[in-house]
């Protein structure tokens, strides 16, 4: 009796063991880049908050004034194309500060910011299961760089109009980037 409940336990260890490591190496670079997708933007966002709402970029070319000065033609700086481009240079260096990660409590792939961004460690480090990161080629920057580097200029006329949200509308709507993959909390 004894014997047989420990092999049955055993049994379902090393069961749970393949499947834990199967589901390793079933990660879809489509759900990731997704997943890379949105986190940068949403570093990007934060990057862009953080601009000095007073500060203006001369974009070259005059303007007249309404007393009929001619100025320099300026923007606000989160309007920028040079300053928004510099800050997307950058951005994917905040991806080492990601790892890939599955939550405990269904399966699903994540990406875990190492420090929140009150410099503390992440709360969330103890419901997620880490997912070791060998393979440099598939690294989160180098998924953000293939974004950024695709996409930039879509990525800067979002910002340049204004819109809300832009993680999201840019990944989902229109990049695609998260179209093949849906999932589940965005139904
Ligand atoms: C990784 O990327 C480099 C540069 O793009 C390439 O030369 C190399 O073959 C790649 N390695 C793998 C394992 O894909
Ligand atoms: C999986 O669990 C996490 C943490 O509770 C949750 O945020 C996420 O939405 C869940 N995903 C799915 C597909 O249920």
Redesign the pocket.
Known sequence: MRATSLFILLISCSAALAQSFAADNRIDSKELRCLVCEKSLEELTKEVEQFDPDKKVDVGGYTLDIDGNYRHKSVPQAKSELALSEAIEGICDKMDNYIRAK?K??G?L?LLSMISSEGTMSPDWS?VDIIQDDDLNKSLKYYCEGIMEEHEEDIIKLYQEEHNDIPKKFCFKQSNLCSKHV???EL
Request: cysteine-free; charged content about 45%; proline content about 0%.
């Open positions: 939550w409590e269904n699903t994540t419901n999932r589940r909390e």
